[in-house]
């Protein structure tokens, strides 16, 4: 699986951008997908999972802020992030978990793989 992050950029306190994600490799509608972030010196969060069937989690801190989406007919993650502050500046990453599976009469162990990354930067 491999995964291409953008949507990134410099916006100010209160705007609003969208993080894409796109898989390539694989079946992207049974991967788990996540947005990580880590900013400067600090350690890499999770920001939000939503699983194949669309189930979705977020850190306390981006609640009613961020969605998370996917588009399995696109391959294709979002992040829709509003109401951004400062304190959201940080490289985002996409994860995917791959679970495992058999094929031919082989048993592949599940798979965990991350994006590029992608710098969003909030000016107060």
């Known amino acids: 699986v491999q995964l291409q992050a953008s949507g990134g950029g410099l916006v100010q306190a209160g705007g609003s951008l969208r993080l894409s994600c796109t898989a390539s490799?694989?079946?992207?509608?049974?991967?788990?997908m996540s947005w990580y972030r880590q900013a400067p010196d600090k350690e890499r969060e999770l920001v939000a999972t939503?699983?194949?069937?669309?189930?979705?989690t977020y850190a306390d801190s981006v609640k009613g802020r961020f969605t998370i989406s996917r588009d399995n007919t696109g391959d294709t993650m979002y992040l829709q992030m509003n109401s951004l502050t400062p304190e959201d500046t940080a490289v985002y990453y996409c994860?995917?978990?791959?679970?495992?599976?058999?094929?031919?009469?082989?048993?592949?162990?599940?798979?965990?793989?991350w994006g590029q990354g992608t710098q969003v930067t909030v000016s107060s």
């Open positions: 939503i699983t194949p069937d669309s189930f979705t």
């Open positions: 490799g694989g079946i992207f509608s049974d991967n788990t």
């Open positions: 994860n995917a978990e791959r679970p495992g599976f058999d094929y031919g009469g082989h048993y592949y162990p599940p798979g965990d793989y």
